[in-house]
């Protein structure tokens, strides 16, 4: 079953910064695409950034200039690089990689826990 893991969430202020990481693993060949979302009581979860196997990024209007998203192939770990972070960055954050498994199956409905950010003014 593959897993996937986020960490680096925490506690700062208005205009500090966070990394996130999320880790993937578990019996698959590669992650293709992976999309990082953040999630906040009654609202519907917000893609933040995403980026593909071929590094092409996007992003969600309101973190354009202050994320960006990274990955290592390598270690099949993905960063979210958070800079000038506001009190309404205040969210959960969860990482959604698309794997492919070695007969090229993909899935795309993996999610993990989510790591909290808190932005206080």
């Known amino acids: 079953q593959v897993q996937v893991q986020e960490f680096g969430g925490g506690l700062v202020q208005a205009g500090e910064s966070l990394k996130l990481s999320c880790v993937v693993s578990g019996p698959f060949h590669r992650v293709y695409a992976l999309g990082w979302y953040r999630q906040t009581p009654g609202q519907k979860r917000e893609l933040v950034a995403s980026?593909?196997?071929?590094?092409?990024?996007t992003y969600g209007n309101s973190v354009k200039g202050r994320f960006t998203i990274s990955k290592d192939d390598a270690n099949n770990t993905a960063y979210l690089q958070m800079n000038d972070l506001r009190p309404e960055d205040t969210a959960l954050y969860l990482c959604n990689p698309w794997v492919l498994y070695s007969d090229n199956t993909p899935r795309v409905d993996f999610w993990g826990e989510g790591t909290r950010v808190t932005v206080s003014s």
């Open positions: 980026i593909t196997s071929g590094d092409r990024t």
